[in-house]
């Protein structure tokens, strides 16, 4: 983890079929004092060949890029077997589509908008290179009801059973978080400190060996843990 003007800069590779938008990107993060822009890659075939290479604490990752897509390239450097995964944030212009619901479940820590202002941009890196999750509440809402049918398959997931080993006050701040709701909130609805709500997210993702809030907002509602209208 690396804050602003402390330790080494967060190195960040950019990956955007655009040449603009990856400029526009690279202005923004140098402009920041613990960001540093070590790479640039305009499709997703060189973006998983120079991430591999450099090692980059985050990768920003744009879902339409010829050759290979974001969503792949997310797959091949942050998903499922991926032996020591990166950190992905994936940037796009389309909002709630199947393609954010498919980068989610292919290991990426979050995702924004491009027209999103620069500070949330400069926010989401710092977010996701201490280890967090990027997922906006009401866009985590929106997702899931968009998707309900899909992730709330008939047939159980393999974690479903895994579920019955967490504690009540667990499985509740559980729901919770698949709802969208940020530890703040989840301490408020609870009446607990947030290091408390820190402390129970940290025991879920162990026990139900999740990398990450996105990891357990997809798994919560796959299994049917809640739904779209809970």
Do not use: W
Request: hydrophobic share 45%; glycine share 8%; net charge neutral.
């Amino acid at each position: 983890m690396t804050g602003p003007g402390a330790g080494a800069p967060i190195r960040v590779l950019v990956c955007d079929d655009q040449e603009l938008v990856r400029t526009g990107y690279v202005t923004i993060f140098t402009a920041q004092p613990d960001i540093e822009v070590v790479g640039e890659a305009g499709d997703g075939r060189t973006a998983v060949e120079i991430a591999r290479r450099l090692r980059p604490d985050v990768v920003v990752m744009d879902i339409r890029m010829p050759l290979l897509d974001g969503i792949e390239a997310t797959r091949l450097l942050a998903g499922p077997g991926v032996v020591d995964p990166m950190r992905v944030l994936v940037v796009t212009t389309f909002n709630l589509d199947e393609y954010v619901y498919e980068a989610l479940r292919a290991g990426a820590s979050g995702f924004l908008l491009k027209d999103s202002p620069p500070r949330d941009l400069v926010h989401g890196i710092r977010t996701v290179d201490a280890g967090e999750s990027l997922l906006a509440p009401a866009v985590t809402r929106q997702l899931v009801g968009k998707f309900a049918d899909r992730l709330r398959r008939p047939q159980r997931h393999p974690a479903a059973t895994a579920l019955a080993a967490l504690a009540p006050r667990e499985t509740e701040v559980l729901k919770l978080i698949a709802e969208g709701l940020s530890n703040t909130e989840i301490a408020d609805r609870m009446v607990i400190s947030r290091e408390t709500v820190k402390t129970y997210v940290s025991r879920i993702l162990t026990k139900l060996d999740l990398r990450d809030r996105v990891q357990a907002v997809v798994l919560a509602h796959r299994v049917g843990l809640v739904g779209a209208h809970d």
